[in-house]
């Protein structure tokens, strides 16, 4: 008897010592997912705990970055889902036992809730694809749709050596720029209240911008009549003071013409090159070196920076001995 009344104290004492337990401490949230819904301006955020044995009872509080309770929400379970604005939280936990008697309060634990990304159209970006050879540069324009949350966006633009040539904030839906020959990479990050961004979203494809060819230069001619019949007329180079001089037709504005000039015996097989001559954008180029009797050959073509270098032109003409 006295053995049973022992055992019986015994039971009592062990389950007045369970009572008495400290309910299990809750550890800090995990952040699972934080993004916006399309059709709201807050963001569904879910946050999870590790499942803590004896718990019967999730309790979280919510706090701005002043220390002001904004919400407190309960669940039976690990996982709590709710929706908020984007910005910059604190939040913290607890968990109750059987007995419905809440631990302590884990760390804060701070968390950031981002605007959505952009949406992006099915073609995001509009260009001819091909530079103005008169600019250099081709006329690109980007445009997406709204992105819930969002004040802002972000676009930067980056070439082939990952060099960011474009960073700019706008406040639309489209940015439009002027980008020379190349390949580009395009990303947009929405950005919401305080600054806060979005992860950024790189564009589909890349923005590829060609150069384009230059004309090849066109010699322009004087006519001038035939000694032997001033009926006939013959085609010639302009000449200054007797020299023969390079002119062309339609010069253009952004390019130069360089070309060589050689040389040949009236009855040789080789030609030597005499000079090396460059418009520099001039009107002309007066060919001083091409005052020895004989045979001449001008190749010359159009270059310039960002552009293709243009066909070439060639002309041939005879220089005579005063005495022929």
Known sequence: MSLQRNSILFMLLMSSAALAEDPPAAPGPVLKG??????????????????????KVYETEFQNFDGKTLAVFKSPNHTFKFK???????????????????????????????????????????????????????????????????????VKVIDHNEKVVRDEIVKGFSYKTQLAAGVYTTTLTSIGADGIESDPVTLPGKVVIETVQLEKPVFAFEEVPDVADPKLKTQRLPQTKGVPTLRWKDASAVADTVGTLEYRYFFGDEWIP???????????????????????????????????????????????????
């Open 84 to 154: 908020f604005k984007v910005g910059k939280y604190k939040v913290r936990s607890r968990v109750a036992d059987a007995r419905k008697v809440f631990g302590d309060w884990s760390a804060l634990t701070e968390f950031t809730v981002q605007p959505k990304p952009v949406k992006l159209p099915e073609k995001p970006v509009a260009t001819k694809g091909v530079i103005d050879p008169k600019t250099l540069t081709s006329e690109v324009v980007w445009h997406w749709g709204e992105a819930a949350g969002a004040t802002q966006f972000r």
């Open 274 to 324: 005499v000079d090396k001559f460059t418009s520099k954008n001039a009107k002309e180029v007066i060919l001083d070196k091409a005052m020895k009797p004989g045979r001449y050959r001008i190749t010359a073509w159009a270059e310039s920076s960002g552009l293709k270098k243009s066909e070439t032109t060639t002309y041939e003409f005879v220089v005579k001995p005063t005495s022929y």
């Open 34 to 55: 934080v993004h916006l819904a399309v059709e709201s301006e807050k963001v569904p955020v879910e946050l999870e705990w590790e499942e803590i044995s004896g718990a």
